[in-house]
């Protein structure tokens, strides 16, 4: 073959390698997902463009609602802390003055603290309390209150252990005492202030009594001795809240074939006034101060949102559907909420179904401007979730200075975390 016609054979395979090298790195560099700003934005709409359910028959379909025109989109940052269940976790400040968690797993109530500095869990407290469905933690994380099933033949009863941590010092476990609390309580919650807890206890006629106690570590181990009660009643079926220190809510267990009510329960005084009722389905988180009632009925299975103001009987529309316990006062801010919102569009015979384990959901985290009623989408679960099925919040709680949002994903107990340093530049 004579030398030019390999010289051109030479040059037209390096002309071609050349062409192909140089469509590869532009397809590198400029990939099409994702490309334009209206497909980022269509990521990020509440319900539209939803991800791919894929054989989970529990994960609803989202419709077609848009986001408002002014809803700012800020992009936070969410990740899973703990891969195990967990029974519950708190806040609390470290020996260095930085913000921890104080978190117990589920399967055996072990307490562990993460350091958001370094990512890393350490256990404080071994314990052998199987299958602990809840606990509740005051006090900067110093108090928690175990709540779980104690199975004898085939009876099981409900146990509840106060569990009182002194000062741990860095790198040593923790030293705690503890008492019991009575057996078989329907309901316990802790006081946002005091070491006090109200619980709600059932007599053998099915009346309800709830006391409110001092938890103190001096105190008995079995005793009851300090402790009020500040409510009867023939009902039983009750929901307790304690917004402020001088009062507690009822609320009936939500159905959406009856009735709800609200009440508030002055503790001093021991006088019960009702705020709201003949609302099925009736679900109420009631703000920090006591001035606002954040609620939803399952009238025309529709669950939006309610502003109730408590002085001037006033209610407003937020124009957003959601569960309000998938909601939280902003602490300090009673303006501003955190919010869970869940497709509430195509599902009858709610909050049961979901109560049930029947149905989830893929939720998406709002923030709420009740003064000015603007909202801004925070985060979309189901871009963080690993599975892309998004996170059924429960359990949502801030941070003392606002900058962090924890909850807990119903579908497998797994503890999240959503940074919310960036807020302020949401405009609301």
């Known amino acids: 073959m004579p030398q030019k016609t390999n010289n051109k054979i030479i040059y037209g395979v390096v002309i071609l390698v050349a062409i192909l ?37 529990f994960v609803p379909t989202p419709d077609d609602t848009e986001t408002p025109d002014d809803a700012p989109f800020v992009i936070q940052k969410m990740r899973r802390l703990v891969d195990a269940p967990v ?8 020996d260095m003055g930085q913000i921890s968690i104080r978190y117990a797993e589920q399967k055996n109530g072990d307490v562990y603290d993460y350091s958001l500095s370094t990512g890393v869990s350490r256990q404080i407290l071994r314990q052998n309390l199987p299958g602990v469905h809840n606990v509740l933690w005051n006090n900067n994380g110093k108090n928690a ?24 010092a860095p790198g040593e476990d923790a030293i705690f005492e503890g008492r ?30 709830i006391w409110l106690e001092e938890i103190k570590e001096d105190q008995n181990m079995e005793g009851d001795q300090n402790r009020e009660q500040i409510f009867a009643s023939p009902f039983s079926e009750w929901l307790l809240e304690q917004p402020t220190e001088a009062l507690l809510t009822l609320a009936t267990k939500p159905s959406y074939n009856l009735d709800g009510y609200l009440y508030f329960v ?65 602490v300090g801010n009673s303006n501003l909420l955190y919010c869970a919102v869940s497709n509430l569009t195509n599902n009858k015979n709610m909050p049961d179904e979901w109560y049930q384990g029947g149905v989830s959901f893929s939720d998406d985290i709002w923030l709420i401007n009740t003064e000015t009623g603007k909202i801004g989408l925070l985060a979309r679960t189901a871009d963080f979730d690993f599975e892309g099925q998004g996170i059924d919040v429960i359990k949502p709680f801030l941070s003392p200075d606002n900058s962090l949002l924890l909850f807990t994903n119903k579908k497998d107990g797994t503890l999240w975390l959503l940074e919310l340093e960036t807020i302020e530049n949401a405009g609301l």
């Open 180 to 209: 019991w609390l009575p057996d078989e309580l329907p309901e316990v919650i802790v006081s946002p202030i005091s070491e006090k807890v109200a619980y709600l206890q059932k007599n053998k006629k099915g009346d309800s009594f």
């Open 145 to 168: 209150i175990f709540r779980f099933l104690k199975t004898v033949g085939n009876q099981d009863t409900i146990k509840t252990y106060a569990l009182f941590f002194e000062e741990i």
């Open 21 to 57: 090298t140089s469509i590869i790195v532009f397809v590198l560099i400029n990939p099409t997902n994702n490309s334009k700003i209206g497909d980022i934005k269509d990521r990020f709409l509440p319900f539209g463009n939803p991800p791919s359910a894929g054989n989970n028959p």
């Open 87 to 94: 029974a519950g976790a708190s806040f609390f400040t470290d």
């Open 266 to 330: 002055d503790i001093a005084s021991k006088t019960t006034t009702k705020i709201l009722g003949n609302k099925k389905g009736l679900m109420a988180l009631t703000s920090p101060d006591a001035t606002k009632i954040l609620y939803a009925e399952s009238a025309k299975n529709s669950y939006e949102l309610i502003l109730y103001n408590v002085e001037t009987k006033k209610e407003t529309a937020l124009g957003i559907k959601a569960f309000p316990e998938k909601c939280v006062w902003s």
